[in-house]
C-alpha cells in the first residue's frame, strides 16, 4: 500500500521522535546505563572519607602536653616477639632484632622522657642477678616499660619481684609461667600502677598451644617535675 503526502509526512515524524526518544534513553542523561558503563571508570567520586588520623606510637587521640606516648605488646607464644614504642619511635621489635626471651625493659627519664636504656633478661635460662643488678640502682623518677615474650616468671625471686612491686606491680606477685604481661611503673612511685595487664597461662584459655594470647597496652605517660635539689 502506498501512502500519500501527508499521511507520509506523519508516519516519518513518528519514526523521527521514536528515535530521538530511544537514542535519548540509551545515550542521553547522567544516569545512563551505557554512559555509566563507558565513562564510569573516570568519574571522580563526590565525596572521599577521611582516613582516621595517626599519632605518636599509633594511639587513637594526642597525648596532652608534657606526657610520653607509649605502646606495649608482649610476645606471641615464643614465635612473635614483643614491641615496645615510645613518642613514636620503636625501641624494642623483631624488626629492630633486639627482642629476647623474658622480660624486655626499656628505661627512660621521667623528667625529659630521654631514653635511658633497652635491655632484655632471659627468665628460663638466664640468670636472675643480672635482673637484680639492672633493677636496684634505678634513680628516682625513671620510667621502666616491660613486655615479656615467652616465660617472663621462672627465674624470678622474691627480690626481683619486690623490686618490680615497688615499681607499682600488683599482678608480679602471682606473674608465672608462660604468662603474658605488660607493666609501666617508675622508681619512686606513691601509688599503684595504673598501666598493667597479664595473661594468666591456662590450658583452658589460652590461644596458642601452651601460652595465652599477646597483650597491647597504651596509653600516655605524665612527665613529672624535676626533682627539686
Known amino acids: 500500500m502506498r501512502l500519500t503526502g501527508p499521511l507520509r509526512a506523519v508516519v516519518v515524524l513518528l519514526l523521527v ?3 530521538w526518544l530511544l537514542g535519548n ?5 547522567e544516569n545512563s546505563s551505557i554512559r555509566s558503563f563507558f565513562g564510569g571508570a573516570s568519574e571522580q567520586p563526590t565525596s572521599v572519607e577521611a582516613r582516621p588520623r595517626r599519632y605518636k606510637c599509633g594511639l587513637s587521640a594526642p597525648c596532652p602536653a608534657k606526657h610520653l606516648a607509649f605502646r606495649l605488646v608482649s610476645g606471641a607464644a615464643n614465635v612473635i616477639g614483643p614491641k615496645i614504642c615510645l613518642e613514636d619511635k620503636m625501641l624494642i621489635s623483631s624488626v629492630k ?6 622480660l624486655n625493659i626499656v628505661l627512660a627519664n621521667g623528667v625529659t622522657g630521654e631514653l635511658l ?3 632484655t633478661f632471659d627468665m628460663w635460662a638466664g640468670d636472675v ?5 639492672f633493677l636496684r640502682p634505678l634513680h628516682e623518677g625513671t620510667l621502666v616499660f616491660v613486655a615479656s615474650f615467652d616465660d617472663p616468671a621462672t627465674k624470678l625471686n622474691d627480690e626481683a619481684r619486690k623490686l618490680f612491686e615497688e615499681l607499682g606491680s600488683t599482678a608480679v606477685k602471682e606473674l608465672a609461667f608462660r604468662d603474658s604481661w605488660v607493666f609501666v611503673g617508675a622508681k619512686g612511685i606513691e601509688n599503684k600502677s595504673p598501666f598493667e595487664q597479664r595473661m594468666k597461662n591456662s ?3 589460652n590461644k596458642y598451644e601452651g601460652w595465652p594470647e599477646s597483650l597491647e597496652m597504651d596509653g600516655c605517660i605524665p612527665l613529672r617535675p624535676p626533682l627539686e635539689s
Not at 534513553?25 to 542523561?29: A, L, M, N, V
Not at 632484632?97 to 623474658?102: E, I, K, M, Q, S
Not at 642477678?129 to 643488678?133: A, F, G, S
Open 203 to 205: 590450658k583452658n584459655s
Open 129 to 133: 642477678t643480672d635482673l637484680l643488678k
Open 25 to 29: 534513553t540509551f545515550f542521553g542523561g
Open 17 to 19: 521522535g521514536l528515535s
Open 117 to 119: 636504656e633497652t635491655k
Open 97 to 102: 632484632d633486639n627482642v629476647g626471651r623474658g
